[in-house]
C-alpha cells in the first residue's frame, strides 16, 4: 500500500476501517509473536554481549564486545524496520549510513564508536523496544487468552455437567444470594464476544505505538534528511564546477587546435598578400583566395563550436528543433523520436543541457561505435515522488564497450547530470548495442509541460 493509498483509506468510513483492521489481523498478530520470540533470543543475546563489554571493558575484549553489539544492534534495527514494514502500510524512511572515516575496514569498524546513530540503535535495541514489546506484547496476548476462555465457558460447563437447579452459594449469605452456574457461562460468553471484538484494534494499537517508536528512533529525522541535502547539494556542487572546468579546458583547446590556428594562418597569408602586392598582382590573388578559405573555414569551426552551448535554433524553436538539426549534420544516419507535444516548452537550462548531453553521446557514438544507425529518445515522465523529469535516451546499434574514463566524454556527461541534480545512466555490452539514458529533473514550480500561449 502507497502513502496515498493508506491517506484516501484513512478517510473511508469506520466500517470500513473496521473490517481492514480485521484483514491486517494475521499480519499484527504475526509481528508480536516473531518479536517476542526475537526478544527472548537475538535481543537477549545482544543485552548479554553489551553488558559483558562494559564488565570488561578495562580488558582490550570489551572494546570488541560493545563493538560487536552497536553491529548487532544496527542490524536488529534494521530487521525491525523490514519486519514493520511487513506490518505496517506506512514507510518509515531509512537513513543512509556512512561509510565510516579511515582509510582501512579496520579504522572505518571502529569509527562507529564515535557515531551517535549507532549508540541510538543500540538504546532502541536494550532499552526501549524491550520495554514497549513486553507491555504490548503482555497486553495483547492476555487479552487474546481471556477472551478465548469466556468463549469456551459454555463448553466447560457443559462438559462438566453441572445441574441448572445447583446454584452456586455466595459465602454466609448464601439463603439469600446464589448464581445460576449456566447463567455465568452466557454471561461470559457475552464479555467475550465484546472482547474478541475488540481484538483488531488492540493489535492495531501495539504495531502503531512499534512504528511509532521506530519512526522517532531509527528512521531519518528532518536533520539527518537535512544533513543528505547539504551532502547531495556540496556533491552537485562540486561535480558543476568540474563540469563546468572540463568544458571550458575542452573549449580551449578546440579553439587553439581548430579557429585560432586558422586565424593565424588568415593573418600571415594577408601579410604576403600586402607584401606582393605590386610587385606579382598573380600571386597575390593566389594569396586572397586562400585566405578567404580560410575565413570561411575558421567561421564554420566557431559556429560548430557555438552549438556546443546553444544554438539558436535550440532558443528559438525548442530542444527537439535542435537535435534534428544535429541529426542532418550527422556522418552516421540519425533519428529523433520524440514523444513530447508539439507545443511543449521546457525551461531553457534543462534544454540546453539535454541538447549538450544528446549531441556528445550522438558525436562519441559516431567517432567510437562503429554504429550504422542512431536513434534519440525524447520523453516526459512524473516519478514515484511526483518530480517530473525529462528522459534523453540516445541508442546505437555499434560494438558497444563504452566505459567511463576520467576527463573523457561520459565522465564528463556524469559530472553535468550530477551538477543539475539529474541521473546518468549507460548500458554499453561488449558487442553492443550501446544507450546512454540521461533524466533532467523538471522544477515543480514550472510545470512539466508549459504549453505556448
Known amino acids: 500500500m502507497t502513502i496515498e493509498e493508506d491517506t484516501v483509506t484513512s478517510q473511508q468510513p469506520a466500517g470500513n476501517a473496521y473490517v481492514r483492521y480485521w484483514k491486517r489481523f494475521p499480519r499484527d498478530i504475526g509481528y508480536l509473536a516473531l518479536l517476542g520470540l526475537l526478544l527472548v533470543t537475538a535481543y537477549a543475546l545482544l543485552q548479554a554481549i553489551f553488558w559483558a563489554g562494559v564488565s570488561s571493558i578495562a580488558a582490550i575484549i570489551g572494546l570488541f564486545l ?3 553489539s552497536l553491529f548487532g544492534a544496527k542490524w536488529l534495527g534494521e530487521n525491525a524496520l523490514d519486519r514493520l514494514a511487513w506490518a505496517e502500510p506506512r514507510p518509515v524512511r531509512r537513513i543512509e549510513w556512512p561509510a565510516g572515516v579511515g582509510n582501512n575496514s579496520f579504522t572505518r569498524a571502529f569509527s ?24 504490548t506484547i503482555i497486553v495483547t496476548f492476555t487479552w487474546i487468552i481471556t477472551t478465548l476462555s469466556l468463549l469456551v465457558s459454555p463448553i466447560i460447563v457443559a462438559i462438566v455437567g453441572i445441574n441448572p437447579d445447583n446454584r452456586i452459594p455466595l459465602g454466609r449469605a448464601s439463603e439469600y444470594f446464589s448464581i445460576d452456574p449456566t447463567s455465568v457461562a452466557i454471561l461470559a460468553f457475552v464479555a467475550g ?30 536533520v539527518n534528511a537535512l544533513e543528505r541535502q547539504v551532502d547531495d547539494l556540496a556533491a552537485s556542487r562540486g561535480a558543476a564546477i568540474s563540469a563546468e572546468g ?3 579546458r575542452r573549449l580551449e583547446r578546440d579553439i587553439h587546435d581548430g579557429p585560432q590556428q586558422r586565424l593565424v594562418r588568415l593573418q600571415m597569408d594577408l601579410a604576403a598578400a600586402e607584401r606582393n602586392l605590386d610587385s606579382d598582382p598573380a600571386r597575390t590573388r593566389v594569396l586572397i583566395t586562400e585566405a578567404m578559405s580560410q ?5 564554420e569551426e566557431l559556429r560548430s563550436l557555438s552549438r556546443g552551448f546553444a544554438p539558436p535554433i535550440l532558443l528559438d524553436r525548442g530542444l527537439v528543433a535542435a537535435l534534428d538539426s544535429s541529426a542532418v549534420r550527422s556522418a552516421i544516419p540519425t533519428r529523433i523520436v520524440s514523444s513530447l507535444p508539439d507545443d511543449t516548452v521546457l525551461p531553457l537550462e534543462v534544454e540546453r543541457n539535454a ?17 550504422t ?6 520523453s516526459v515522465r512524473s516519478g514515484d515522488t511526483g518530480q517530473d523529469w525529462l528522459d534523453v535516451v540516445v541508442t546505437d546499434n555499434g560494438t558497444g564497450g563504452a566505459r ?7 565522465a564528463g556527461l556524469e559530472q553535468r547530470l550530477q551538477g543539475f541534480g539529474g541521473t546518468l545512466d549507460v548500458d554499453s555490452p561488449d558487442g553492443g548495442p550501446t544507450a546512454v539514458s540521461a533524466s533532467f529533473p523538471l522544477k515543480a514550480t514550472a510545470t512539466v509541460l508549459t504549453a505556448k500561449s
Not at 562507529?112 to 507491555?135: E, K, M, S, T
Not at 541538447?355 to 554504429?371: I, L, R
Open 66 to 68: 560493545i563493538l560487536g
Open 112 to 135: 562507529a564508536l564515535g557515531n551517535p546513530r549507532y549508540w541510538l540503535y543500540l538504546l532502541h535495541a536494550i532499552v526501549l523496544l524491550p520495554a514497549l514489546g513486553l507491555i
Open 193 to 222: 464476544l465484546s472482547l474478541a471484538a475488540l481484538i483488531p484494534f488492540i493489535t492495531r494499537a501495539s504495531v502503531f505505538l512499534h512504528f511509532q517508536l521506530d519512526r522517532l528512533v531509527l528512521g531519518a529525522g528532518r
Open 246 to 248: 572540463h568544458a571550458l
Open 295 to 299: 575565413s570561411k573555414e575558421a567561421l
Open 355 to 371: 541538447y549538450f548531453v544528446a549531441s556528445e553521446a550522438m558525436t562519441n557514438a559516431v567517432k567510437h561505435s562503429g554504429a
Open 373 to 378: 544507425e542512431i536513434v534519440a529518445e525524447i
Open 404 to 410: 567511463t574514463v576520467d576527463g573523457h566524454g561520459i
